[in-house]
């Protein structure tokens, strides 16, 4: 039997953040969750900490540590995506608030005193909302870049270029200086894009084995991918909703059902046009090293089987 990998999921809830936690959350035997950082992105810090603590508890899992991080991109002014998200960032089900407390001090103290008391390459880093809280802790404390097993973070597009500007997805959008110092920072990185993950589409029949599920979190889960479907339905055109931040945490599960190339990429920020792209060099025309393995395809029935079975757990 393998040991469960140790990783700090750092997010900004947002429906399939909550659906990335509550797999991972469902994992015990392939994922420990050390602890979970929120950040400002689809809503600002003080909705996604909360939301953060409401999927705990709707896990049932009040135990593991809950941390506040930064509420604001190091550069910019924050950018939000209610209109996708909703006013509360968990639209949809109608889930009660929070009574497990967040834990003292400041999550980027979190991510740099782990990565400092654990063994170096025992901590995978998991960031599935703008990269504000990893980039401080890396400028705050170099030394830890060196510890981080592996980064697996949902943001950037390549070929299905921008969902927030014609150019950039959102959660590199928000803060394209934090995406800049992480993808420059030599710690080993895999990319969840736009164009692996429009291709994990909630169709109506896999929303169906969500709430055919019929527990209390298979219900809210089916209830929160309907929620931010009505919208991206409309804007795509497509069957489904792509199901984004859940890439990350089966990626940890399964990286079979994944396929991708190790590439080189580096933030765009400067252009006010196409600020936040994530310029991937894909066909290799450079000779810019490759910084991270950029996931293009996934076995989208084989990734929610897997959501499916593990949802069902909780
Ligand atoms: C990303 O942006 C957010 O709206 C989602 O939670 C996801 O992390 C997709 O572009
Ligand atoms: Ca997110």
Redesign the pocket.
Known sequence: MTTPRKIIID???????AV?ILLALASPEDIEVIGITAVA??VPLPLTQKNARIICELAGETDTPVYAGCDRPLAHTLVT?EH??GKTGLDGPNLPDPTMQLTDGHAVDFIIDTLRNEPAGTVTLCP??PLTNIATAFQKAPDIIEKVQEIIL??G?YFEVG??TPAA???IY?DPEAADIVFKSGAPIVVMP?DV?HKALVTQQRNDAFRDIGTPVGIAVAQMTEF?ERFDKEKYGSEGA?L??PCVTAYLIKPDLFKGRHVNVEIETVSDLTRGMTVADWWDVTDRPANALFIGDVDADGFFALLTERIARL
């Open positions: 997010t900004d809830p947002g429906q399939d953040d990335a992105g689809n995506a996708v998200h599935i909302g949902m943001g597009a969902n927030v997805e959102f959660n928000v736009l993950t931010f792509p984004h931040d």
